[in-house]
């Protein structure tokens, strides 16, 4: 029986084919030996039976009367090939037991250092942030361009971590933008946001809310 998959990487379904097959091999092999152990023409109740090494010719040598010979040579030889292929195919379970096993730890380990590279990325690739929302007005300019409370900001126009020193920064940023848009970018949930904000006057106070 040839390897399962051919070469392709060997799943669950292969490793199930070759018990299936190894339980047929054993079923087949029982059936011969049970085949042996019945065999006799005499129809005696005593009988022993014939077994893989019993003799086959009576105490003058000659064929025995009371079995099938070609029967009992048929049955031990194919136990004889069942049994190498018994063993073929036990060795093909556990070569695919091993690639399987092989196969899902490799997959395991490599989840992991995905999962670690990702974090790791995260956390180098996201900027540190000077302020944080702790409110926003409904209807306000900020509520427009999508702002949300906890949003922490990274930049804010040209206003960065490097360079912000308090909120005044931003607000002169506000009033010199007054009426076009402005770059704004926030770390929302552990990712980076980008927001278009164009500071106006509206109902309520400031060009911001």
């Given at each position: 029986m040839a390897e399962p998959g051919g070469g392709r990487p060997v799943t669950v379904s292969d490793v199930q084919q070759l018990v299936r097959r190894k339980d047929e091999i054993e079923a087949q092999i029982k059936a011969c030996y049970e085949l042996l152990e019945g065999e006799s023409a005499s129809g005696?109740?005593?009988?022993?039976?014939?077994?893989?090494?019993?003799?086959?010719?009576?105490?003058?040598?000659?064929p025995r009367a009371d079995i099938d010979l070609y029967q009992v040579r048929t049955a031990r030889h194919n136990i004889i090939c069942l049994q190498n292929d018994h063993?073929?195919?036990?060795?093909?379970?556990?070569?695919?037991?091993?690639?399987?096993h092989a196969r899902e730890k490799e997959k395991h380990a490599r989840d992991e250092a995905e999962a670690l590279a990702?974090?790791?990325s995260q956390n180098q690739s996201l900027p540190q942030a000077f302020a944080k929302v702790n409110a926003v007005?409904?209807?306000s300019p900020a509520s427009v361009s999508g702002?949300?409370?906890?949003?922490?900001?990274?930049?804010?126009?040209?206003?960065?971590?490097?360079?912000?020193?308090?909120?005044?920064n931003i607000a002169t940023v506000v009033q010199h933008s007054e009426g076009r848009p402005l770059s704004v970018t926030v770390i929302r949930g552990g990712r980076r946001v980008h927001v278009g904000l164009t500071p106006k006057r509206w109902a309520g106070k400031g060009l911001l809310g």
């Open positions: 005696m109740e005593d009988r022993s039976g014939v077994g893989m090494h019993e003799p086959l010719v009576d105490a003058e040598g000659f063993k073929a195919v036990m060795k093909q379970v556990e070569e695919a037991l091993h690639k399987l990702e974090a790791r007005t409904p209807g702002l949300q409370v906890d949003d922490e900001i990274v930049e804010f126009g040209s206003v960065n971590v490097n360079n912000f020193q308090n909120l005044q």
